[in-house]
């Protein structure tokens, strides 16, 4: 079984300031099957990027996913109020789906 | 306008039976990989398991054949029975879309959850 570790677990930043959210799986995965989700409390998850790199529908182009093999990124260039979130990889496999821990990004 | 609203959650005893209901409208629902995924008070999204257009299921392995998913194409609506439920499957269950045409393997609509509290 795969299992996807993202760190870190929490950042504080500033709106404007970037953020760089990794996302390490325990063995080489597809890029094809990685996705990233964002999280409000008490909302349902957005896709964000799929195929570790493709931004979903409507979503804004300071959301930026990359990597391959092992290591992914997710990169906010410059945080909105509405970015403060919990944002969430996960793979697919033929028999699962797997989600890293998340990484909250909180207000500093 | 796409829409999965999930329903039947509730409070239950620990070693009872729950079923959650997924009404969606707004895509192709037969097409659609359809899923359920939980998050417990505190903890973060954890995958229950999916059911692939013409009946396939998957599941994880805590689910340990306690969890039955099921859909109804005639009535675009997913189910997700729980038997022997415990403590630990306490959680926000989402339903979750996975429809064709884009990438492997993501979600791309979501409901909005259902509390299930599993207490004595």
């Known amino acids: 079984e795969i299992v996807l570790t993202q760190s870190p677990g929490t950042v504080s930043l500033s709106p404007g300031e970037g953020a760089t959210l990794s996302c390490r799986a325990s063995?080489?995965?597809?890029?094809?099957?990685f996705t990233w989700y964002q999280h409000k409390p008490g909302q349902a998850p957005r896709l964000l990027v799929y195929?570790?790199?493709s931004r979903a529908t409507g979503i804004p182009d300071r959301f930026s996913g990359s990597g391959s093999g092992t290591d992914f990124t997710l990169t906010i260039s410059r945080l909105e109020p509405e970015d403060f979130a919990v944002y969430y990889c996960?793979?697919?496999?033929?028999?699962?789906?797997?989600f890293g821990g998340g990484t909250k990004v909180e207000i500093k | 306008e796409v829409q999965l609203v999930e329903s039947g959650g509730g409070l239950v005893k620990p070693g009872g039976s729950l079923r959650l209901s997924c009404t969606t409208s707004?895509?192709?629902?037969?097409?659609?990989?359809m899923t359920w995924v939980r998050q417990a008070p505190g903890r973060g999204l954890e995958w229950v398991g999916r059911?692939?257009?013409?009946?396939?299921?998957n599941y994880a392995a805590y689910v340990n054949g306690r969890f039955t998913i099921s859909r109804d194409d005639a009535k675009d609506t997913l189910y997700l029975q729980m038997n022997s439920l415990k403590d630990d499957d306490t959680a926000v269950y989402f339903c979750?879309?996975?429809?064709?045409?884009?990438?492997?393997?993501?979600?791309?609509?979501w409901g909005q959850g259902i509390l299930v509290t599993v207490s004595s």
């Open positions: 979750a879309a996975d429809v064709p045409g884009r990438g492997v393997g993501e979600l791309d609509y």
């Open positions: 707004g895509f192709t629902f037969s097409g659609a990989w």
């Open positions: 059911i692939k257009s013409g009946g396939t299921t």
């Open positions: 063995q080489s995965v597809s890029s094809s099957y």
């Open positions: 195929g570790a790199s």
């Open positions: 996960q793979i697919y496999d033929i028999s699962q789906v797997t």
